[in-house]
């Protein structure tokens, strides 16, 4: 296929898409609860500083660090439930163990972050105040103390 019968091909899918995107009124629904979704995985940019941005990210990871391994049971087929169940009680304390792990894992990075989050804020203020000195003139007469 050539790049000059492509173009109307592309054309014609994209119709047929819009098409049928404007035939079903869940579209528009679809799209807004998976943008709602996404936005959970955003850092959140409200300061400008970078030790904000990284408490954000923080407290995002924070939200999102809890695993339920206890998956469940429900099905609209009735006989599968049982199933499910002795599926899961099967497999529980080997998948309890690993997410307990991956848990600690997380808690240490949890940890490791927020202590670098809070010496970055002990040097953003250090800088703060040093740059707050630069900028004061100096006192006539100099660095001279009288004896």
């Given at each position: 296929?050539?790049?000059d019968?492509?173009?109307?091909?592309?054309?014609?899918?994209?119709?047929?898409?819009?098409?049928?995107?404007?035939?079903?009124?869940?579209?528009?629904?679809v799209?807004?609860?998976?943008?709602?979704?996404?936005?959970?995985?955003e850092?959140?940019?409200?300061?400008?500083?970078?030790?904000?941005?990284?408490?954000?990210v923080?407290?995002?990871?924070?939200?999102?660090?809890?695993?339920?391994?206890?998956?469940?049971?429900?099905?609209?087929?009735?006989?599968?439930?049982?199933?499910?169940?002795?599926?899961?009680?099967?497999?529980?304390?080997?998948?309890?163990?690993?997410?307990?792990?991956?848990?600690?894992?997380?808690?240490?990075?949890?940890?490791?972050?927020?202590?670098?989050?809070r010496?970055?804020?002990?040097?953003?203020?250090?800088?703060?105040?040093?740059?707050?000195?630069?900028?004061?003139?100096?006192?006539?007469?100099?660095?001279?103390?009288?004896?």
């Amino acid at each position: 296929m050539t790049s000059d019968e492509l173009g109307p091909l592309v054309e014609r899918i994209r119709a047929d898409a819009r098409s049928k995107e404007a035939s079903n009124p869940h579209v528009g629904d679809v799209r807004r609860s998976l943008k709602e979704l996404g936005r959970r995985f955003e850092p959140m940019r409200r300061n400008v500083s970078g030790s904000s941005r990284l408490r954000s990210v923080i407290r995002q990871a924070e939200r999102l660090s809890f695993i339920d391994h206890h998956v469940s049971t429900a099905s609209r087929k009735r006989y599968l439930v049982p199933v499910k169940r002795g599926v899961r009680s099967a497999v529980s304390w080997y998948v309890g163990a690993i997410v307990a792990q991956v848990q600690d894992f997380i808690r240490a990075n949890l940890q490791a972050l927020r202590a670098a989050s809070r010496a970055i804020d002990a040097l953003e203020q250090r800088v703060q105040r040093l740059e707050e000195k630069a900028e004061d003139p100096p006192l006539a007469g100099g660095d001279e103390r009288e004896s």
